[in-house]
């Protein structure tokens, strides 16, 4: 039988390596007193430190959801640029007529 993947809060991961830095105990022994996986402590105080605010997502990866908006709006805001330019182009080109 597998196991179910454990899921834990952005805030249970900054105490937990808020509690890794100000503690006398190695790593592994916090991840094993607080069960979580080998190496995970580590992995998140790497992600906090990279990431700072931006850490630990959650689902849906906003990060992605982010970049795609960005994405839109810049095309949005392009197409309307090279709209105004061929609109002003067109009205320069007939006033020099």
Partial sequence: MSERRRKYTKEFKIETVR???TSSKSGREIERDLGIGKGMLYRWKRELQDENLRAFPGHG????????????ELAE???ERDILRKATMKKVKRSSV
């Fill in 77 to 79: 805001v392009t197409e």
């Fill in 19 to 21: 509690l890794f830095e």
């Fill in 61 to 72: 990866h906003p990060r992605d959801e982010e970049l795609y908006r960005l994405r839109k």
